[in-house]
Structures are given as C-alpha cells and as structure tokens.
C-alpha cells in the first residue's frame, strides 16, 4: 500500500491569515485528490478559472474550509 505524505498535521494556526491560506490549501488539496491526474486537471484549469460559476463554487468550498479552521482555533479568541 503506497505511504501518503503527511501534509496536514494540524488545523490549528497561529491566527486568521495562516488559516485562511490552509483553507485555500485544502480545497487546493482536494481538488488534487479527487483528480490525480495533473494532465487533465491542467486541461480542466481553464474551463472553470473562466466561469463565474466555477469561481463561486471555488470561493464556497475555501469559506466552508476557512469556517472548519475558524472553529478549530476557537475563532482566534
């Protein structure tokens, strides 16, 4: 079975702009999972990077993400 790399230790960051870019690295992330093809995933780029809905569904998945982070630093308080 092939050893992935430990990427994500933790959710925890030192306050909001750390955990707002490990949100955009998490929805990076997960587009990457779920098409591992890098080829593709190129040719895919420019479909969505030139659609107002596929930017909005982009920007949705970071909030949900950065809303996950926020609550795991109990809102940086």
Request: without cysteine; charged residues 20%.
């Amino acid at each position: 079975m092939e050893q992935k790399e430990l990427w994500l230790a933790s959710l925890i960051t030192a306050n909001p702009q750390e955990g707002y870019e490990l949100a955009i690295k998490l929805s990076r992330m997960g587009v990457k999972s779920t098409q591992p093809d890098m080829e593709v995933l190129k040719r895919l780029r420019k479909d969505y990077a030139n659609s107002a809905n596929g930017l909005t569904a982009a920007s949705h998945v970071i909030a949900v993400n950065f809303q996950t982070i926020s609550a795991a630093n109990n809102y940086w308080r």
